[in-house]
C-alpha cells in the first residue's frame, strides 16, 4: 500500500490535502502520472497543511457563488436538442458532457461533466432530471427537456 497526499479531488478516494492509502499499482499507475497525488513523506506534511489552508480560503470566497449557481440550475429548465428516432428513442443517450454544455449554452453558468450525475440513462425524449454537485454540502437538481433535432 502507498500513503499519497491528493492535489486534485479524486471521486470516491477525497479531496485536495488528503493523506490516503491505496494500492501501488493504483498510485504508480494513475495517480501519480496524472497529476492527481504526490507520494507522502514527512516534508509533505507541510504541503498538505498548505493545500488545506488554500482551499479553505477558496470553499469561503465560492458559497456565495455556489448558492447562487444552484438557484439558477434549479430555476430554469435545460432545453438538450439530441439526434433521435421517429419513436422518440434516442440514437445513443445523454451524457454528463451533453448536460455541462447545453447548462453553459443556457448561460446559467459552467459545470464539471464529472460532477453530474444521471440517476437513470436518458435515451427517450421528454422531461428527465440530472443531479450536479456543487460542492461537498451543496446539491442541484438539473431539470432537463430533451427533444429531438430537426432534420
Known sequence: ????????????????????EVKNGYARNYLIPQGFAVAWTRGGEKQVESIKAARAARELATIEEVNDLKAKIEAKRVRLTVKAGAEGRLFGSVKTADIAAAVEAEGIGSIDKRKVQIPTPIKTVGDHEAIVNLREDVVATISLQVVAAKK
Not at 500500500?1 to 490516503?20: A, N, Q, R
Request: glycine share 16%.
Open 1 to 20: 500500500m502507498s500513503k499519497l497526499i491528493l492535489t486534485h479531488e479524486v471521486t470516491g478516494l477525497g479531496t485536495p490535502g488528503d493523506v490516503v
